[in-house]
């Protein structure tokens, strides 16, 4: 009785359970074959009223309107050291002296040189009136036929040798008052004067280091200029360097003030172009007041150059000038046939598209844009204030299995575009 009991119920859970499978097969065949998809529920905003501003970022790097390099001219030892960092400087003050012996050695002998030069052009003026006295006696004498042509000549030729050599002899003089001059210029480059006023701002020299002036002269010292007049150089991306003209009013901030903006104007536009990792930028010099010396000189500025301002204007997000339909096999993008029959013939062709809500489905306008400022965007042509526009796309059908076309018609699961209904591309 009790083996009869436990198939019966062996029996009566297998037919339980071999209805639940039906009753589920049913349920989703049902769901798959005659239960209608929702349409789709678009995400939308509406054309709303107000101001925009567009500008151009970039990050720059304060100097000084004048930064002037001190160097050497000339090799030596560093003797004495007149100035250091943060030291202000007259023009002509001393800032670094070399050890002058050797330079004054040069001097007394290139003044030996020049000494010895002169008294041998003294001797061969000497020798060359001598020639002169006898070549004019070889003359005289052989005009009375007391000695013959070769004596004349001889004598000549003398008068004139002595003669080049006078000549050579004041250029032998000229030669070493030039040396006599270079070792006397050395010696007074041996002290190094300042050749502004300003600041110092770096020095890269100490006491007893040899200063080697051969094929570059090193950089001493840098002297910036007054610091209450600063400049940003900045880079900017050729994709926004249209946008600037000089005398545009900018601001920038830099790490040290985060809560102070620095106003600034463009001054000049560098042609320039700088390529770093296949990105091309332009210098852009905006000139600075720095009246509090806030301001150091390599600090890093990250600037916004105002290019264009908008006061009460139609703007709408830049999600719905990215928002675009996903395009059907055969060709359909929501629009309604006219107005895919205005867009081949022209009509907006230089106009961007935005989606409104057309009963379940949705349609093209076409608007003229003017400036954005990376989060909304100014429509001059083409929508209304309040207007209705699409965003992006959202899906809400809960029994079906396939998504929804952009008009709301259901799609077949294996349709091309079968991952989603709707999707977002880039302006």
């Not at 900045?234 to 005398?247: N, Q």
């Not at 379940?360 to 207007?387: A, C, K, M, W, Y």
């Amino acid at each position: 009785m009790s083996e009869q009991t436990s198939a019966s119920r062996r029996k009566l859970w297998m037919w339980l359970g071999l209805a639940v499978v039906v009753i589920g097969l049913g349920i989703g065949a049902y769901r798959l074959f005659f239960r209608k998809s929702d349409a789709p529920r678009w995400v939308t905003a509406k054309v709303t009223r107000g101001d925009v501003t567009q500008v151009v970022s970039a990050t720059g790097t304060i100097q000084p309107l004048l930064l002037s390099p001190v160097g050497s001219q000339v090799s030596g030892i560093v003797y004495k050291l007149h100035a250091d960092y943060n030291d202000t400087v007259k023009q002509g003050q001393i800032l670094v002296e070399l050890d002058p012996a050797l330079f004054q050695t040069a001097v007394k002998s290139q003044e030996a040189n020049v000494a010895s030069a002169q008294a041998n052009l003294i001797r061969t003026k000497a020798d060359a009136q001598n020639a002169a006295r006898v070549a004019e006696r070889a003359r005289a004498l052989f005009a009375k036929n007391y000695i013959s042509a070769a004596d004349r000549d001889t004598a000549v030729a003398t008068e004139q040798s002595t003669a080049a050599s006078v000549q050579a002899a004041e250029a032998g003089v000229k030669l070493a008052q030039a040396s006599l001059d270079k070792a006397r210029l050395d010696l007074k480059n041996s002290v190094i004067l300042s050749p502004v006023d300003g600041v110092v701002i770096s020095r890269n020299v100490e006491l007893g280091q040899a200063v080697v002036a051969s094929f570059q002269a090193p950089n001493l010292f840098q002297i910036a200029g007054d610091l209450r007049k600063m400049q940003v150089l900045a880079s900017v991306d050729e994709a926004d360097i249209g946008y600037l003209t000089v005398g545009a009013s900018a601001e920038f901030t830099v790490d040290s003030f985060r809560g102070k903006r620095f106003r600034a104007k463009v001054s000049q536009i560098r042609n320039a172009a700088q390529t770093v990792q296949n990105v091309v930028t332009y210098v852009v010099v905006l000139d600075v007041d720095n009246a509090e010396l806030l301001l150091r000189p390599g600090m890093t500025a990250n600037v916004r150059v105002v290019v264009a301002d908008r006061k009460e204007v139609l703007l709408v997000p830049n999600a719905a000038l990215r928002f675009k339909p996903r395009m059907e096999r055969s060709g359909s993008d929501g629009a309604k046939p006219e107005n895919r029959e205005r867009r081949n013939k022209g009509e907006g062709k230089s106009k961007t598209p935005l989606f409104v809500p057309d009963g379940e489905g949705i349609r093209p306008v076409f608007v003229s844009v003017g400036i954005s400022d990376g989060l909304n965007t100014e429509i001059t042509e083409g929508v209304s204030e309040d207007q209705v526009i699409v965003i992006e796309s959202q899906k809400t059908s809960s029994g079906s299995s396939g998504p929804s076309s952009p008009m709301g018609v259901p799609r077949p699961a294996g349709a091309p575009g079968g991952g989603g209904g709707m999707r977002r591309v880039g302006m």
